[in-house]
């Protein structure tokens, strides 16, 4: 299987586009299907359709849990018509959310658009994995999301790292069994605590000094958050691979991973879509 993305940065979040899955095609022996894939995070909610194989585009809106379903729904109407996508045409849709005071306002909304409920990453679906962790039904739907894709499009052993508000690492082994996951502050999390409790330091922007040795406040704080993110990264994958036995292929979505994933020392794959390929699988694996 593999993953063809078509001159589409992390800066095209929110632009059309279109971006084809070749390890996807199986799953639409009866012919394009249009489907809705929605994730809710603790700081944004993505949305991205799928026509066949083909994302047409994604959208990128900022989380807030006092939206209702009817806002909700107006939302995801003037962003399908900003996009040229007819709602009439969605046959189906699904929905992974982290945050549970939106969950069941989006289903709301979306089944008001399409007359037709989501499907919603939730404990008992079909996966195609085997979770291995004290308690199955803790895992998040955001991380298992991302493995149910990562399985599907790349090899194993894998580790799957998620930068969001938290950054999470995922350890998968070659038998499709979900070993465990660290958890660590996110960038932006991190940077924000930071600006928070230090009365000198300023918000700055993510991206990448010239040098790893600041010698002035922005250029130090961004060697920080940039460079002590990579090498965070590199230390753990590092010490995942030491107990997985072997080496893991390592892919890397969310947040600001396209900035940070430019500065790891090992070799890893940056896949911004991976969350929504999930969606898109998972509910062909439970829709049929």
Request: neutral net charge.
């Amino acid at each position: 299987m593999f993953l063809q993305i078509f001159s589409c940065d992390a800066n095209c979040i929110g632009e059309k586009h279109t971006t084809q899955f070749g390890g996807f095609s199986r799953f639409y022996e009866k012919g394009n299907v249009m489907i809705l894939t929605i994730d809710i995070g603790n700081s944004n909610i993505v949305l991205g359709v799928f026509d066949g194989d083909n994302l047409l585009f994604t959208s990128r809106i900022s989380t807030d849990i006092n939206m209702t379903s009817d806002e909700l729904a107006v939302m995801v109407s003037e962003i399908f018509a900003i996009r040229g996508i007819d709602k009439s045409k969605i046959d189906g849709s699904a929905l992974s959310s982290v945050v549970p005071a939106l969950t069941g306002q989006m289903a709301k909304a979306v089944e008001l658009l399409s007359g037709k409920p989501p499907f919603i990453v939730a404990p008992g679906i079909k996966t195609g994995l085997n979770i291995r962790i004290d308690n199955p039904s803790s895992l998040g739907a955001d991380l298992l999301t991302d493995c149910v894709a990562a399985v599907s499009l790349y090899q194993r052993p894998l580790i799957v790292i998620d930068m969001g508000t938290a950054t999470t690492m995922t350890a998968v082994d070659r038998d499709k069994n979900i070993l465990g996951v660290a958890i660590m502050p996110g960038v932006r999390t991190g940077l924000n605590a930071l600006t928070k409790n230090a009365a000198q330091l300023t918000q700055i922007s993510i991206e990448a000094p010239k040098r790893s040795i600041g010698v002035n406040t922005v250029e130090s704080m961004q060697s920080g958050v940039v460079y002590g993110n990579a090498a965070m990264l590199d230390g753990m994958i590092a010490r995942f691979e030491k107990e997985l036995g072997e080496e893991a292929f390592v892919v890397i979505t969310g947040g600001v991973s396209d900035v940070i994933s430019k500065h790891v020392s090992r070799t890893v794959h940056h896949n911004p879509y991976l969350q929504l390929q999930g969606l898109l699988i998972l509910y062909k694996k439970n829709m049929k």
